[in-house]
């Protein structure tokens, strides 16, 4: 007898040698692909224990997550199964790379026990990854230039909308000064935040004023110019040189003038749109005519110096680049030909990332060259046209904002629990009281479903099954049929969809979260990122998942994966995953997410932003250290944000607990349900595991930030207002 017709008929007794409810003799699941047989992985606990574990190595984890493709040369998996950083990328010592669990497990322990007792989700940044993406870009365009013989230089500039986090900008201007490296600004604020940056950085370096621009745009940027700040003005619409004009004429200021052209050259992913002759930003040639003819009228033309374009982000190919560099070469020459005093090319942004490690140039996650061939081809373009038409080899800079900070930042998070797959056993008592309540019609499809699971026909029992199960729900609607029952029918069911194979094995991981405020590209344009286990890599993952976050939306989900996977190699939680005080912690990282995602997200459901540590190489024992930690925004926090007045919310709370609460203990719990309600204003938003809720949420000062340094690492530092609260229990 079939297997399965041991698990339907309530009127045979089993067969020996085959169990009432489909338990071990499953068949052996599809491996996930990719694998090869001898090494494939198991999609269910049960058949998994069947494996020696011994088998899988780290490097099995490198090539199922392709770490060792798009993880290159800064994250690897060491022997001991975890993340592993390298800050300085390939010149990395064995002893310097950063155990990457070891940082989470500084940041989220509790100071009793050494910590700094910050609450997951959390960003770990890595200055020293950062410093190393700016040399290497520097790097790739000196050897481009040299080799080449191209007789200028190259001279980037950051654009600080990519993130502009303080200590980002401050980073890239110190880190860059060596070699005049720049900043772009986008809008007044980012302007602000450029002149003060860079009054610390190199006098040559550049600044370059990018956006819509107003009156008082202009105006900071002249004043920027007359505080000895190499400014460029780069016109976005014709109506701004009147502007620039008129207020240069105003201030005695001479500006720098820069013009951005829509090239004709376009490439068609989704990030191609702000590019083309239709696109967003940009002038077109017979706009560019008419910026020269004013600026010679007015005796200004030699303050136009800088052409500036676009491509797109993301290029895909070094051909497409060359083609679009090659034009506004073209372009470029014809305004040194017109008269004006042009020194620089800036070649915009789209210096790609490879987010899935699969060097393609048919994805918009991926692009199909690295760094040494993206600067080969620009100084290139640019010195066959030059050279072509005898023209001085200009200054090229870039804007590749996405290149330098994508690698430096990992978001940190937690799976507290994940959906279960286990059907229930059905004993044949209960079998036959769950029969017994069918409807004729449904039990005729019983019958049928028995009668082809001793036959064998799986996929006449799976039809059958599907047909009682829908039979079930009405009956179940029409109150005919209890919930026990409707309940047996969905076991079943699942029982029959198992024996056969047909069941989805994936499981819903949840996670401490918010997709639309860490995540926020994924939401909105489908962008993929690598996210992986930070650690159990030397253990063979047994499970596929999904991510569901904390917020109350259908969105909040992560179901779309590198390498185009809709689900995600994951392993068994530890009981609850921690956060009941019971098992271990199972920590995912979101990587190459340093670009955009932190001032896009919002504040769906009022979660706010992670945590953030600045991390750097040491040569204490763990090989870094805790430069800088901050809690992330508290719930007192992010209501303000939506013009909430925490104070007054919580003295109403108050009073109505004073109201309301009878206490007979001479006032302690009206005292201890206000410090409840005082402690949750003040903690994140986020979960809090039991085992720590008491520790994990400090009474901060009003910026909430902790410092550490070297010399005071491993003494987690006291926050400004002393000792913690202490609250009876936990408000998640």
């Given at each position: 007898?079939?297997?399965?017709?041991?698990?339907?008929?309530?009127?045979?007794?089993?067969?020996?040698?085959?169990?009432?409810?489909?338990?071990?003799?499953?068949?052996?699941?599809?491996?996930?692909?990719?694998?090869?047989?001898?090494?494939?992985?198991?999609?269910?606990?049960?058949?998994?224990?069947?494996?020696?574990?011994?088998?899988?190595?780290?490097?099995?984890?490198?090539?199922?997550?392709?770490?060792?493709?798009?993880?290159?040369?800064?994250?690897?998996?060491?022997?001991?199964?975890?993340?592993?950083?390298?800050?300085?990328?390939?010149?990395?010592?064995?002893?310097?790379?950063?155990?990457?669990?070891?940082?989470?497990?500084?940041?989220?322990?509790?100071?009793?026990?050494?910590?700094?007792?910050?609450?997951?989700?959390?960003?770990?940044?890595?200055?020293?990854?950062?410093?190393?993406?700016?040399?290497?870009?520097?790097?790739?365009?000196?050897?481009?230039?040299?080799?080449?013989?191209?007789?200028?230089?190259?001279?980037?500039?950051?654009?600080?909308?990519?993130?502009?986090?303080?200590?980002?900008?401050?980073?890239?201007?110190?880190?860059?000064?060596?070699?005049?490296?720049?900043?772009?600004?986008?809008?007044?604020?980012?302007?602000?935040?450029?002149?003060?940056?860079?009054?610390?950085?190199?006098?040559?370096?550049?600044?370059?004023?990018?956006?819509?621009?107003?009156?008082?745009?202009?105006?900071?940027?002249?004043?920027?110019?007359?505080?000895?700040?190499?400014?460029?003005?780069?016109?976005?619409?014709?109506?701004?040189?009147?502007?620039?004009?008129?207020?240069?004429?105003?201030?005695?200021?001479?500006?720098?003038?820069?013009?951005?052209?829509?090239?004709?050259?376009?490439?068609?992913?989704?990030?191609?749109?702000?590019?083309?002759e239709n696109g967003k930003f940009g002038l077109t040639t017979t706009q560019i005519l008419r910026v020269v003819k004013k600026l010679?009228?007015?005796?200004?033309?030699?303050?136009?110096?800088?052409?500036?374009?676009?491509?797109?982000?993301?290029?895909?190919?070094?051909?497409?680049?060359?083609?679009?560099?090659?034009?506004?070469?073209?372009?470029?020459?014809?305004?040194?030909?017109?008269?004006?005093?042009?020194?620089?090319?800036?070649?915009?942004?789209?210096?790609?990332?490879?987010?899935?490690?699969?060097?393609?140039?048919?994805?918009?996650?991926?692009?199909?060259?690295?760094?040494?061939?993206?600067?080969?081809?620009?100084?290139?373009?640019?010195?066959?046209?030059?050279?072509?038409?005898?023209?001085?080899?200009?200054?090229?800079?870039?804007?590749?904002?996405?290149?330098?900070?994508?690698?430096?930042?990992?978001?940190?998070?937690?799976?507290?629990?994940?959906?279960?797959?286990?059907?229930?056993?059905?004993?044949?008592?209960?079998?036959?009281?769950?029969?017994?309540?069918?409807?004729?019609?449904?039990?005729?499809?019983?019958?049928?479903?028995?009668?082809?699971?001793?036959?064998?026909?799986?996929?006449?029992?799976?039809?059958?099954?599907?047909?009682?199960?829908?039979?079930?729900?009405?009956?179940?609607?029409?109150?005919?049929?209890?919930?026990?029952?409707?309940?047996?029918?969905?076991?079943?069911?699942?029982?029959?969809?198992?024996?056969?194979?047909?069941?989805?094995?994936?499981?819903?991981?949840?996670?401490?979260?918010?997709?639309f405020t860490s995540i926020p590209d994924f939401w909105g344009i489908g962008q993929l990122f690598p996210i992986i286990p930070i650690?159990?890599?030397?253990?063979?993952?047994?499970?596929?998942?999904?991510?569901?976050?904390?917020?109350?939306?259908?969105?909040?989900?992560?179901?779309?994966?590198?390498?185009?996977?809709?689900?995600?190699?994951?392993?068994?939680?530890?009981?609850?995953?921690?956060?009941?005080?019971?098992?271990?912690?199972?920590?995912?990282?979101?990587?190459?997410?340093?670009?955009?995602?932190?001032?896009?997200?919002?504040?769906?459901?009022?979660?706010?932003?992670?945590?953030?540590?600045?991390?750097?190489?040491?040569?204490?024992?763990?090989?870094?250290?805790?430069?800088?930690?901050?809690?992330?925004?508290?719930?007192?926090?992010?209501?303000?944000?939506?013009?909430?007045?925490?104070?007054?919310?919580?003295?109403?709370?108050?009073?109505?607990?004073?109201?309301?609460?009878?206490?007979?203990?001479?006032?302690?719990?009206?005292?201890?349900?206000?410090?409840?309600?005082?402690?949750?204003?003040?903690?994140?938003?986020?979960?809090?595991?039991?085992?720590?809720?008491?520790?994990?949420?400090?009474?901060?000062?009003?910026?909430?930030?902790?410092?550490?340094?070297?010399?005071?690492?491993?003494?987690?530092?006291?926050?400004?207002?002393?000792?913690?609260?202490?609250?009876?229990?936990?408000?998640?």
């Amino acid at each position: 007898m079939p297997v399965l017709a041991c698990c339907v008929d309530a009127g045979l007794a089993p067969a020996p040698g085959y169990a009432l409810a489909w338990e071990s003799s499953l068949p052996s699941p599809d491996p996930f692909s990719g694998v090869t047989t001898n090494n494939s992985f198991i999609t269910s606990p049960a058949a998994a224990a069947t494996v020696d574990n011994s088998l899988w190595s780290p490097s099995h984890s490198a090539a199922l997550y392709k770490i060792d493709r798009w993880g290159l040369p800064y994250f690897s998996v060491n022997s001991s199964g975890n993340i592993s950083v390298r800050p300085f990328g390939t010149a990395t010592l064995p002893h310097q790379e950063i155990d990457l669990l070891k940082v989470v497990k500084k940041a989220s322990d509790p100071k009793l026990s050494g910590g700094l007792g910050l609450q997951l989700p959390l960003i770990v940044r890595f200055p020293d990854v950062l410093k190393n993406r700016l040399e290497s870009l520097q790097s790739v365009f000196d050897f481009a230039v040299k080799s080449q013989g191209y007789e200028s230089h190259y001279q980037g500039v950051y654009p600080v909308k990519c993130n502009q986090d303080r200590f980002v900008v401050e980073d890239i201007v110190k880190f860059g000064s060596a070699f005049r490296f720049g900043l772009e600004a986008g809008s007044k604020p980012e302007l602000l935040l450029a002149m003060s940056c860079l009054c610390k950085g190199s006098s040559e370096s550049l600044l370059v004023c990018n956006g819509f621009k107003d009156m008082e745009y202009i105006s900071l940027a002249l004043v920027a110019r007359k505080l000895a700040l190499n400014t460029v003005i780069v016109l976005e619409q014709e109506e701004e040189l009147d502007l620039v004009i008129d207020m240069s004429q105003k201030l005695a200021v001479r500006p720098l003038i820069g013009v951005r052209a829509k090239l004709r050259t376009k490439h068609s992913g989704h990030f191609g749109s702000t590019s083309g002759e239709n696109g967003k930003f940009g002038l077109t040639t017979t706009q560019i005519l008419r910026v020269v003819k004013k600026l010679e009228h007015y005796g200004m033309l030699d303050c136009l110096q800088l052409l500036h374009f676009h491509i797109g982000s993301q290029i895909p190919t070094t051909t497409l680049l060359a083609d679009g560099v090659g034009e506004a070469a073209q372009i470029y020459c014809e305004l040194v030909r017109l008269g004006a005093c042009m020194k620089v090319i800036d070649i915009g942004g789209g210096l790609g990332i490879d987010y899935d490690g699969s060097k393609s140039a048919d994805s918009d996650i991926s692009v199909s060259y690295d760094l040494e061939e993206y600067a080969a081809a620009v100084v290139r373009a640019v010195r066959f046209v030059c050279d072509r038409k005898c023209v001085k080899h200009p200054v090229i800079c870039s804007e590749s904002g996405r290149a330098i900070v994508s690698h430096h930042s990992i978001l940190i998070f937690e799976a507290v629990s994940a959906s279960t797959s286990e059907a229930p056993a059905m004993n044949p008592l209960s079998l036959q009281y769950f029969v017994e309540g069918l409807a004729e019609d449904a039990r005729t499809d019983y019958r049928n479903l028995s009668a082809a699971a001793i036959r064998g026909e799986y996929e006449t029992s799976l039809l059958y099954a599907d047909q009682l199960k829908q039979r079930c729900v009405e009956q179940f609607k029409e109150g005919s049929l209890g919930i026990e029952q409707l309940a047996a029918a969905d076991g079943l069911c699942d029982l029959v969809s198992k024996a056969i194979g047909a069941s989805d094995p994936v499981r819903t991981y949840h996670v401490n979260l918010s997709v639309f405020t860490s995540i926020p590209d994924f939401w909105g344009i489908g962008q993929l990122f690598p996210i992986i286990p930070i650690h159990r890599l030397d253990d063979r993952p047994v499970m596929r998942g999904i991510l569901s976050d904390l917020t109350c939306d259908s969105d909040g989900k992560i179901d779309k994966f590198i390498g185009g996977e809709s689900s995600l190699p994951l392993h068994e939680l530890e009981g609850d995953g921690g956060f009941s005080g019971a098992g271990g912690r199972y920590y995912l990282g979101m990587f190459l997410g340093g670009a955009y995602e932190e001032a896009l997200g919002g504040v769906h459901n009022l979660f706010g932003g992670p945590s953030v540590v600045r991390v750097s190489q040491s040569d204490g024992p763990h090989s870094f250290a805790v430069t800088r930690a901050v809690p992330g925004p508290s719930c007192r926090d992010v209501l303000r944000v939506m013009q909430h007045e925490p104070e007054l919310m919580f003295e109403t709370l108050k009073h109505r607990v004073e109201e309301f609460v009878h206490d007979d203990n001479g006032g302690m719990a009206h005292s201890s349900i206000a410090s409840g309600l005082s402690r949750s204003f003040n903690n994140m938003p986020y979960l809090v595991a039991a085992s720590s809720c008491f520790l994990t949420a400090a009474a901060n000062d009003s910026n909430g930030y902790y410092y550490y340094n070297n010399d005071n690492y491993g003494s987690p530092a006291d926050s400004a207002t002393g000792e913690d609260e202490q609250w009876t229990y936990c408000c998640a």
